[in-house]
T-cell receptor
Framework: NAGVTQTPKFQVLKTGQSMTLQCAQD?????MSWYRQDPGMGLRLIHY???????DQGEVPNGYNVSRSTTEDFPLRLLSAAPSQTSVYFC???????????????FGAGSRLTVL | GQQVMQIPQYQHVQEGEDFTTYCNSS?????IQWYKQRPGGHPVFLIQ?????EVKKQKRLTFQFGEAKKNSSLHITATQTTDVGTYFC???????????FGTGTKLQVIP
């Protein structure tokens, strides 16, 4: 069981470039989400999904797109990178139903993005 | 929208001293979770509280959920260097799928 896998671990972009952060989980979790972590700001929700084909916005969705074509994958797309998007990005997933494990978030190792 | 405040932002303690972090929500919560993030790592689940006034213990860690289900605390007795990290509360209100994290408390333990 790999858990939640994020790629890449590190990325440097120039302003205006686009890229996709990948997130995959092998735990059959219905719920998947993306957070960004900035110093003093905690973890802020960007987008989330409760199942394949269903996505919704979090607190800070501007400049990011997501899709959920399969249960396993939840990529995060930066359309036109800006320096304000320099951050550490975490993908997290959880079961939605069933027992004590429901709603417990399992995080990936993170992707550190720098936009110059 | 839901506001979650966590205090203090930083705490330095001597090894063996106690430590407490507090989490306060602007709305009534359906449950609250606590996570720990080691330096350079990712958040890891510690515990979930669901019931009003609930108290749970994990070895030296004690977690409380307020009677009004709008606040929570994490208390560590006799800190050790292995307790170093940032502690986050994560709040879920009503039937919402969104989880709102507190800003975290960064704990440094001085040997």
């Amino acid at each position: 069981n790999a858990g939640v896998t994020q790629t890449p671990k590190f990325q440097v972009l120039k302003t205006g470039q686009s890229m996709t952060l990948q997130c995959a989980q092998d735990m059959n979790h219905e719920y998947m989400s993306w957070y960004r972590q900035d110093p003093g700001m905690g973890l802020r929700l960007i987008h989330y999904s409760v199942g394949a084909g269903i996505t919704d916005q979090g607190e800070v969705p501007n400049g990011y797109n997501v899709s959920r074509s399969t249960t396993e994958d939840f990529p995060l797309r930066l359309l036109s990178a800006a320096p304000s998007q320099t951050s550490v990005y975490f993908c997290a997933s959880s079961l939605q139903r069933g027992g004590s494990g429901a709603n417990v978030l399992t995080f990936g190792a993170g992707s550190r993005l720098t936009v110059l | 929208g839901q506001q979650v405040m966590q205090i203090p932002q930083y705490q330095h303690v001597q090894e063996g001293e106690d430590f407490t972090t507090y989490c306060n929500s602007s709305t009534t919560l359906s449950n609250i979770q606590w996570y720990k993030q080691r330096p350079g790592g990712h958040p890891v689940f510690l515990i979930q509280l669901v019931k009003s006034g609930e108290v749970k213990k994990q070895k030296r860690l004690t977690f409380q959920f307020g009677e009004a289900k709008k606040n929570s605390s994490l208390h560590i007795t006799a800190t050790q260097t292995t307790d170093v990290g940032t502690y986050f509360c994560a709040c879920r209100a009503g039937g919402y799928q969104k989880v709102t994290f507190g800003t975290g408390t960064k704990l440094q333990v001085i040997p």
